[in-house]
């Protein structure tokens, strides 16, 4: 498979959009993406691709020293090839480069897929927000990575 995995830009929006769409029961509005990769400044919005294709997305945000996952998916039809986890790791280590020394996430209660994506490499679930989902008021499990440099890629 030939992934590349590199920042988003304004061009590659409409597809990480639908990804969004087909990947989330509350998906964001087309604009937040185009927000975040032209004017937030702490945003670190990323993409992968397969053969020239965008088949994720990843936004984080950097404040300091914490990196914030704010978003992750990959288009159905390329789940469980390793993308996300590829993806996760690089967006992890340049936030790592630039300063970042923990990193964390919300994530829903019954999202077993994700959880055990962030488990994998060292996230635990540190709190609870509860009805934090406005769609269904699922819960959203805080799951935090403490110290990047034991960040284990394998
Ligand atoms: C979560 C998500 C991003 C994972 O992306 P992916 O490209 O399929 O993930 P990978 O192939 O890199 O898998 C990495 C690890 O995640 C876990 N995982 C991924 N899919 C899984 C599944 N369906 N069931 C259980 N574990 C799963 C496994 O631990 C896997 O490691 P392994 O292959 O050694 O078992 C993807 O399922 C997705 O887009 N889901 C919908 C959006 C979403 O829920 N995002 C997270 C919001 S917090």
Known sequence: MNLVIRRMTLADVPAVHEIDRLS???PWPERSFRFEV???PVARPWVAEV???VVAMLVLWLTVDE???ATIATHPDFRQQGIGERLMIAALQ???QEGARTAFLE???SNLAA???YRKY???VSGRRPGYYKDNQEDALLMTLENLDHLEVT
């Open 94 to 96: 340049s936030a790592r």
């Open 115 to 117: 959880q055990n994506l």
């Open 38 to 40: 032209s004017e937030n």
């Open 107 to 109: 994530v829903r209660a």
């Open 122 to 124: 060292g996230f635990v």
């Open 51 to 53: 053969d020239g294709r």
């Open 67 to 69: 990196a914030h996952i």
């Open 24 to 26: 989330f029961s509350l």
